[in-house]
């Protein structure tokens, strides 16, 4: 069974950047595709990057794209979203998830078979 444990969340400043890890445990992650959520107060759990098993195939909403890299090491088991010129509106719950799958990754949650607990990312001066 997988696991996964997100880590790297905190307070960063507008502009400021930050570095999320996603390490597994269980299994190894060159065959599961990884995506990036995340969930503001309020609001629906919203895809903000994946990529496939292989680390190739990357995809980005309008709203990320140039600021956050999705990146995954198959040999250190870990899968990473560095987000860069962070603003208030990209605070949220940030998650990993992941699918046993060697396709094109998916924005939709419900593809995902395991997910982490989360970890926070706040934007504020």
């Known amino acids: 069974q997988l696991q996964l444990v997100e880590s790297g969340g905190g307070l960063v400043q507008p502009g400021g950047s930050l570095r999320l890890s996603c390490t597994a445990s269980?299994?190894?992650?060159?065959?599961?595709?990884i995506g990036w959520f995340r969930q503001a107060p309020g609001k629906g759990r919203e895809g903000v990057s994946c990529?496939?098993?292989?680390?190739?195939?990357?995809r980005y909403p309008d709203s990320v794209r140039g600021r956050f890299t999705i990146s995954k090491d198959n040999s250190l088991n870990t899968a990473y979203l560095e987000m860069s010129d962070l603003q208030p509106e990209d605070a949220a719950v940030y998650f990993c998830?992941?699918?046993?799958?060697?396709?094109?990754?998916?924005?939709?949650?419900?593809?995902?078979?395991?997910w982490g607990q989360g970890t926070q990312v706040t934007v504020s001066s």
């Open positions: 998830a992941a699918r046993h799958s060697s396709f094109e990754c998916t924005s939709s949650p419900s593809w995902y078979e395991f």
């Open positions: 269980g299994a190894t992650l060159k065959n599961y595709a």
């Open positions: 990529i496939r098993n292989s680390g190739t195939n990357a």
